[in-house]
C-alpha cells in the first residue's frame, strides 16, 4: 500500500505563502484522488480540497481563492499551494488518499473517504 509523507510545514506570517508537498512512497497513477486535509487544535479534521487523476481540482469555501492543488505523478508528489495566509490556516495538514474511482463532491471533503494518510506538516500562521 502506498504511504504518504507530507513536508513544507512551517512558521509563516499573515498574508504569506506556502506549499506543501506530499510525497508517495510508490505510483500514484492508481489512485485517483488524492486530497488534503487539516486539523486545529480542538477541532475536526476538514477537507482542504483534493485533485483528480486529470488535474482537475475542487476546494473547500474557506480556501477557495486562496489554494492551489495539484500533482506531478512522474515525481509521486501531489502539492498544496497556500496564498494569503491567515491565523486560521494554523493547522496540521495531512495529504489522504484512497482507492475510489467516484465519489460525490461531498465526500470528497469528508475524512472517512479516505483511508490512506500521511503523518502530517504542521503550518503555523502569525500575525
Known amino acids: 500500500q502506498v504511504q504518504l509523507v507530507e513536508s513544507g510545514g512551517g512558521s509563516v506570517q499573515s498574508g504569506g505563502s506556502l506549499r506543501l508537498s506530499c510525497a508517495a512512497s510508490s505510483d500514484t497513477g492508481p489512485y485517483r484522488y488524492m486530497a488534503w486535509f487539516r486539523q486545529a487544535p480542538g477541532k475536526e479534521r476538514e477537507g482542504v480540497g483534493f485533485v483528480d487523476s486529470v488535474g482537475t481540482a475542487n476546494y473547500a469555501d474557506s480556501v477557495q481563492g486562496r489554494a492551489t492543488i495539484s500533482r506531478d505523478n512522474t515525481k509521486n508528489t501531489v502539492y498544496l499551494e497556500m496564498r494569503r495566509l491567515k491565523q486560521e490556516d494554523t493547522a496540521m495538514y495531512y495529504c489522504?488518499?484512497?482507492?475510489?474511482?467516484?465519489?460525490?463532491?461531498?465526500?470528497?471533503?469528508?475524512?472517512?473517504?479516505?483511508?490512506?494518510w500521511g503523518q502530517g506538516t504542521q503550518v503555523t500562521v502569525s500575525s
Open positions: 489522504a488518499t484512497n482507492h475510489r474511482t467516484w465519489m460525490t463532491l461531498k465526500e470528497s471533503l469528508k475524512p472517512l473517504t479516505y483511508d490512506i
